[in-house]
């Protein structure tokens, strides 16, 4: 039993052309324009000169129609292009109508009724009318497109480097990823193109104005020859004949150019908005006090005698008519703003969708209580959002991390006054500002008192003062250190991200720097992410430093330690102690004077031989195998060495030998996080290095 296949026919590859170029807009747009040069050198019947108005007529109220409808000029950035089409199309009717007036006596019935219908069948009214509307376009629109367009293109042209400094800040504040910068820069020279184009394109209406009053002429004076010299007609016959026909041509044609020449205008004037044009013109314009008193001063123009009444009372009511719609719109929208404004009640979620939503935590969120949400009003000049892209420009200044975005939140359950903070969903800290007082804090010669309102400083922990603003003068005096409430609350945020920039860290926002690096030094990446270490280790090895605030600016410098000594270990502990050698100026630089030199305490041999002799590596980490007495002694000693230290104005540092430090560091983070742990060879060239005491064990 044999089975046989349908076999396609083979398709024929010119048929296949074919249709290709069919299907293709630039074959079109070829195929226009040799029709356009077609209606230039051959003559066309009358019905196709019909058709060819018609399309004129449509093709003018459809550009204008859409001027009217787009949000922003730049919607319709082909509009030069467009223009120079339209008017090619008009001077090709232009040519064929007069070919065809010259020869037969006729032009067709839309230009026979534009002649007779429109202007009465009167020659002398229809010149009248169309050098009325000449003028129009040449001296009112034309002109005044030309001149808008102009000064908009110098004007786009001279804010591009404004612009674009604009867009190299946010791309340098994070506030916007190279692709999002790419696409600005490109709508920047879009838009300077576009309104060049159109300071170009507007030479083209005023040189069609102009044309269309010469070949008037021509005609008329063609035709006036040709219907007394050939046709044998009189010389009342010949101007009624083709005058009204050169007059309704000019009328039918120049309607779609007076179209045009308004949609110039109309696109050239535009501002950029988030409505249509007549949407922003009503609401604009929509104004009750102005139309009710209008509607007053217009009805009252009925009592001058001689004033026909009937025309003002009608005006005078349509004014009416719309102050009090005006009006009703206007008391609609306050009631709908105010029951906006009310706290609207949590919806319980029901779709798993909604269910997913609430998985998601963010990053890092600020619940403030409602007497705070002032500090967030765009319309104040010093404003919470401003402060925060400045946050996370002084982090990626000093750390290397890029903030992710900041939730913030107004939360009725909090106290009026208070703020906390959150990290991936968990309170890490909290506060309370007074938005009608100041910070005073006292400084280390500060003996007088003030009277204020007792606090602490919620960032460091400092008694403070809030104050009134009358005292602030006074504070300063006596040797107080004065901020604002919303420098309190910045402040706080930011040491709370620099304490907790390991967790906000995340394998996304690691993806993301190597993205960037390797797009500027693929060398840096390239064989070592992830053919040596994955991106998990990566993302360790940089919560690691930044555990001890160690920035992480220099990602190529850190990679090529990584691929240096990923061979020997992939642990994330050790790869960062190597990270650390290689930064021993960074490290020296953040904690020294300004006399180069480094204030510390060391640990006393007695006690280094201890640990050192206890030292054991657990999963692959050092660590110290102790009892809980003698950590619990090195804890405490570490802490007075601590004191000793901030006492003097100084940083708490302790610098031990390096196959201690991670050890020593590990046994000592959750009781004295702010102890700052240094190895030997991490003090860079240079640094000079003062001992103040030992941690000592009797």
């Known amino acids: 039993m044999t089975t046989s296949t349908l076999a396609t026919p083979p398709k024929n590859p010119i048929m296949t052309a074919l249709q290709n170029l069919l299907r293709s807009n630039d074959i079109v747009m070829a195929f226009s324009l040799v029709i356009l040069v077609g209606m230039l050198l051959l003559p066309l019947p009358a019905f196709v000169i019909d058709l060819a108005v018609a399309l004129s007529i449509a093709a003018s109220i459809g550009i204008v129609l859409l ?40 032009a067709g019935q839309i230009i026979a009724t534009f002649g007779n219908l429109i202007v009465g069948g009167n020659y002398v009214v229809g010149v009248v009318i169309f050098l009325i509307l000449m003028i129009i376009q040449f001296v009112v629109i034309n002109s005044g497109a030309g001149r808008v367009a102009e000064v908009a ?9 404004g612009k674009q400094l604009a867009i190299d800040a946010d791309l340098n504040a994070g506030l916007i990823d190279e692709t999002q910068a790419r696409q600005r820069r490109k709508a920047i020279e879009t838009e300077a193109d576009f309104y060049g184009a159109m300071d170009g394109a507007s030479k083209f209406v005023k040189g069609d104005a102009i044309a269309a009053i010469i070949i008037m002429l021509v005609n008329i004076v063609g035709g006036f020859v040709i219907g007394v010299l050939q046709r044998g007609m009189d010389l009342a016959t010949a101007l009624q004949t083709y005058v009204l026909l050169t007059i309704g041509a000019g009328l039918a044609i120049q309607v779609p150019s007076l179209l045009v020449s308004a949609a110039a205008g109309l696109i050239v004037t535009r501002s950029t908005s988030e409505t249509s044009l007549g949407t922003e013109v009503s609401s604009q314009i ?9 509607a007053v001063i217009i009805g009252l123009m009925t009592l001058v005698p001689g004033l026909p009444p009937l025309p003002f009372l009608l005006v005078s009511a349509g004014l009416g008519v719309a102050a009090f719609f005006v009006n009703q719109a206007q008391s609609t929208a306050i009631v709908l703003a105010e029951e906006a404004s009310l706290p609207a009640l949590p919806s319980e979620p029901e779709t798993p969708e909604q269910m997913l939503e609430m998985v998601v935590v963010d990053p890092i969120e600020l619940e403030i209580g409602y007497s705070l949400i002032a500090i967030i009003d765009e319309d104040r000049q010093d404003n919470l959002l401003r402060r925060i892209t400045s946050i996370r420009r002084q982090l990626m200044s000093e750390m290397g991390l890029i903030l992710p975005v900041v939730r913030i939140r107004d939360n009725l359950r909090l106290p009026p006054q208070s703020y906390r903070i959150k990290i991936r969903g968990q309170e890490v800290a909290a506060g309370d500002i007074l938005l009608d007082r100041l910070l005073a804090i006292p400084g280390s010669d500060s003996e007088e008192t003030l009277q204020g309102i007792e606090t602490t400083e919620p960032a460091f922990g400092l008694p403070a003062l809030w104050i009134s603003e009358l005292d602030q003068n006074q504070a300063e005096m006596k040797g107080y250190t004065v901020v604002t409430p919303l420098s309190v609350l910045c402040t706080h945020l930011t040491e709370v991200v620099r304490a ?75 790869l960062a102690e190597a990270v650390r050698q290689s930064m021993a100026n960074t490290i020296s630089s ?26 054991v590596s657990a999963d692959g980490s050092p660590g110290f195998q102790i009892d809980a007495g003698l950590a619990q002694r090195v804890l405490v000693k570490t802490g007075e060495q601590m004191e000793v230290l901030a006492q003097q104005g100084h940083f708490p540092v302790l610098i031990c030998p390096r196959e201690l430090r991670l050890a020593f560091r590990r046994l000592v983070e959750q009781s004295l996080p702010n102890l700052i742990v240094m190895a030997f060879s991490e003090v860079g060239p240079g640094t000079k290095v003062k001992a103040h005491g030992m941690v000592k064990l009797e």
Not at 153 to 161: I, K
């Open 67 to 106: 001027t009217m409808f787009i949000h922003q000029p730049m919607e319709f950035s082909v509009f030069p292009t467009v223009l120079l089409l339209v008017t090619l199309f008009r001077l090709g009717i232009n040519v064929s109508v007069s070919r065809l007036i010259l020869l037969s006596g006729e």
């Open 153 to 161: 293109a110098r004007f786009t042209l001279d804010a591009m480097p």
């Open 286 to 294: 929509s104004n009750f006090n102005v139309l009710a008193v209008g």
């Open 500 to 574: 907790n920039a390991a967790e906000l860290l995340s394998r996304q926002l690691v993806q993301e720097m190597l993205n960037q690096l390797r797009q500027k030094s693929p060398a840096s990446v390239e064989g070592v992410v992830p053919e040596m270490l994955n991106l998990g280790e990566v993302q360790g090895v940089l919560r690691n430093l930044l555990r001890e605030r160690i920035p992480i600016r220099d990602l190529s410098g850190i990679l090529e330690v990584l691929a240096n000594n990923a061979i020997m270990t992939r642990d994330p502990h050790i």
């Open 590 to 615: 953040q904690y020294k004077d300004e006399t180069s030199t480094l204030h510390v305490f060391t640990l006393a041999p007695q006690l280094e031989s201890t640990l050192r002799s206890s030292l």
